[in-house]
């Protein structure tokens, strides 16, 4: 465990036991009371969760390395997160809610080596020692439009409420675009479920994020039925993969999705369809390898960047197919003829899995599953990497033989206690970063994570 993880968790315990004791006082209910139909509306929550990951890679083929390379190994990574969540209502259909978030500790390599990466749940800033910021601060507003009840269960985030199928939702401030846009009951959050980066959403979407993932925006949700409309703007970071958002959304990115809800035998479904728009100082990679030609340096976008725009699209969807068996994939590109602003450097993804619920063999809160990843750099990327650039995330020196990063991760995940759940990772990354002179490299990772 990371230095200092004991007192992580200690720390978390006391609060989950704070969370449980406000839990129990409030007369709006909560935890148990959520599960009640209809649900009472809670006027204020308390929730914590703590999640702490090791994990470990053997010693790999690697003949040459560079910066954002993956070390050779052997490798440990041990990261530590715990976060506080706190929510009120003020007005009827509002909502505020504010998180505290607590990172320490390093992945293996700190962050580096794969587009793929292994933990997405480690922050790009690594840190010996335990830091604080405040990860969310928004409001929510529900406006009903009347049609069949559609209640609102509790969640992270989220308070117990009575609301319509058809509604308008609103939000704005400090959040993830992922906490609105690309979600997925299978494959969506590493503190539950798979924990590579590429399938937290679609690795070719490139969202607004600084280098903890979070942003400020606004978004607006029109649901009708079986389908939702979504859009919202979100400010970027002053320049590529940073820590400081702009000031003033000059540099600001653009997305909407429609989402069509569905039954098949009886399972229920969903598939959306995600668009965003980027728009700020960013360069063309072939830009800066012709510049790297010219004066024998190695190339860098940070030399070539204007203000232009990169569109993207990507497909997801999700499917119960059995009880307790659900499938999911997503399909998606971008523009790669310039550099990725925020996320990862992946212009094309291709993902699919399966994940199966432990009911089915008499453990209903434990699930095992299993999911494929081929992502894919654009040609102008590969001649980048080449000729020395770096990545986000990647970045060996060089790429005379790049290839399809191809990524293979199962999990079992078996539940402790109510709220404790400790799951077995291992995931098999062949070509890591484009690069088939390097790898495969297997990771194997232990996670434990408390919510409440």
């Not at 024998?296 to 307790?324: C, I, K, M, W």
Request: net charge negative.
């Amino acid at each position: 465990m990371a230095a200092g993880g004991l007192r992580t968790w200690a720390l978390a315990l006391s609060l989950a036991l704070a969370g449980a004791t406000a839990a129990l006082a409030q007369d709006s209910g909560s935890g148990d009371e959520s599960a009640r139909k209809p649900v009472t509306p809670e006027r204020w929550a308390v929730h914590l969760q703590g999640t702490d990951i090791l994990q470990y890679y053997p010693r790999f083929t690697a003949p040459y390395a560079g910066t954002n390379s993956f070390r050779a190994g052997p490798a440990w990574g041990n990261t530590v997160d715990a976060t506080l969540y706190a929510g009120l209502r003020p007005w009827a259909g509002g909502e505020v809610w504010g998180n505290l978030e607590m990172y320490e500790g390093y992945a293996p390599s700190n962050t580096l080596g794969a587009a793929g990466y292994v933990n997405g749940d480690g922050a790009k800033v690594g840190r010996a020692h335990a830091y604080a910021r405040i990860a969310r601060l928004f409001v929510r507003q529900t406006v009903d439009l009347g049609g069949e009840a559609d209640d609102q269960d509790a969640d992270l985030n989220q308070l117990a409420a009575h609301r319509s199928k058809d509604r308008l939702v609103f939000t704005a401030g400090k959040l993830n675009v992922t906490d609105i846009f690309d979600t997925n009951k299978y494959a969506h959050d590493p503190r539950e479920d798979f924990l590579n980066w590429s399938m937290i959403a679609a690795g070719s979407f490139d969202y607004a994020a600084d280098a903890w993932g979070y942003t400020y925006g606004a978004t607006g949700e029109w649901y009708a039925g079986d389908w939702t409309w979504r859009g919202g703007i979100f400010d970027l970071s002053n320049v590529p993969n940073n820590a400081v958002l702009t000031s003033d959304f000059h540099q600001f990115q653009l997305v909407g999705e429609a989402e069509r809800r569905f039954t098949w035998n009886g399972h229920p479904g969903a598939v959306r369809l995600t668009g965003f728009l980027t728009r700020g100082n960013m360069g063309r990679y072939d830009d800066a390898v012709a510049l790297a030609q010219r004066t024998g340096a190695p190339a860098d976008t940070a030399l070539v960047r204007r203000y232009a725009s990169r569109p993207g699209l990507h497909l997801g969807f999700e499917q119960e197919v059995a009880d307790g068996i659900g499938v999911f994939g997503r399909l998606g590109a971008d523009d790669g003829r310039f550099e990725s602003y925020e996320y990862t450097d992946i212009d094309q993804t291709a993902q699919a899995g399966v994940s199966v619920s432990g009911a089915r063999w008499g453990r209903k809160e434990d699930t095992a599953a299993v999911a494929a990843v081929v992502n894919r750099l654009s040609r102008p990327g590969q001649r980048y990497l080449d000729a020395g650039g770096l990545g986000i995330l990647v970045g060996d020196g060089k790429l005379p033989h790049p290839g399809a990063e191809e990524i293979l991760e199962a999990y079992y995940s078996v539940a402790l206690a109510k709220d404790i759940h400790l799951t077995l990772d291992d995931q098999l990354v062949v070509h890591p970063a484009y690069n088939r002179d390097r790898g495969p490299v297997n990771v194997i990772g232990l996670r434990l994570h408390l919510q409440h």
